[in-house]
């Protein structure tokens, strides 16, 4: 199985302030196909996770532009650019290239 | 609007069974693949069982495989998950999920325990 790590795995941030968290894979995420897939979750405390990217970069709809993936291989990174109160939690890495998909360990995000 | 609406989840022993379901409306049900994944308390997400839009293609993740089945009925837009065999460690809320993580369910808990 294609083992994810994140770092940090926690992460206390000052609202209005820049964050990022990178997550590295055990093997190259490009697939056959030629596309990398590398998703970024969210999940807030007692809710289910939510898909914020996918393909590394591709934001999903309704998803604020302070989110942005970014990344190639083996290397990830999602920045938020100015951190809101809503955006506490739990990030997930999770690559769909090889199967079984993994996840990452998970990175807290909370605020100072 | 999509929804995923799980049920069936509960308390059993270990090396008892249970069937979980998941009502899917807002999007083309019988074209989109299909995954149950599980979140232990207090742990990250594990995928669990992922089927294609027509139900010829099923992969598991092979700590349930032989004991888990992944199925749906594209009449009714119903995706399922049969249990047997269950293990402590299988206790976990489990979601059902459109595509690869695309939109999740609110899960629903099983606890293997005696």
């Known amino acids: 199985d294609v083992v994810m790590t994140q770092s940090p795995l926690s992460l206390p941030v000052t609202l209005g302030q820049p964050a990022s968290i990178s997550c590295r894979s055990g093997?190259?995420?490009?697939?056959?196909?030629?596309?990398?897939?590398l998703i970024w979750f969210h999940q807030r405390p007692g809710q289910s996770p939510r898909r914020l990217i996918s393909?590394?970069?591709n934001r999903e709809s309704g998803v604020p532009d302070r989110f942005s993936g970014s990344g190639s291989g083996t290397d990830f990174t999602l920045k938020i650019s100015r951190v809101e109160a809503e955006d506490v939690g739990v990030y997930y890495c999770?690559?769909?290239?090889?199967?079984?998909?993994?996840f990452g360990p998970g990175t807290k995000v909370d605020i100072k | 609007e999509v929804q995923l609406v799980e049920s069936g989840g509960g308390l059993v022993q270990p090396g008892g069974s249970l069937r979980l379901s998941c009502a899917a409306s807002?999007?083309?049900?019988?074209?989109?693949?299909m995954t149950w994944a599980r979140q232990a308390p207090g742990k990250g997400p594990e995928w669990v069982a992922i089927?294609?839009?027509?139900?010829?293609?099923?992969t598991y993740v092979d700590s349930v495989k032989g004991r888990f089945t992944i199925s749906r009925d594209n009449a009714k837009n119903s995706l399922s998950l049969q249990m047997d065999s269950l293990r402590a460690e299988d206790t976990a809320i489990y979601y059902c999920?459109?595509?690869?993580?695309?939109?999740w369910g609110q899960g629903t808990l099983v606890t293997v325990s005696a």
């Open positions: 093997q190259s995420l490009v697939h056959s196909d030629g596309n990398t897939y």
């Open positions: 089927i294609k839009g027509d139900g010829s293609a099923k």
């Open positions: 999770m690559q769909d290239t090889h199967w079984p998909f993994t």
């Open positions: 393909q590394v970069s």
């Open positions: 807002g999007f083309t049900f019988n074209n989109s693949w």
């Open positions: 999920i459109l595509g690869t993580g695309m939109v």
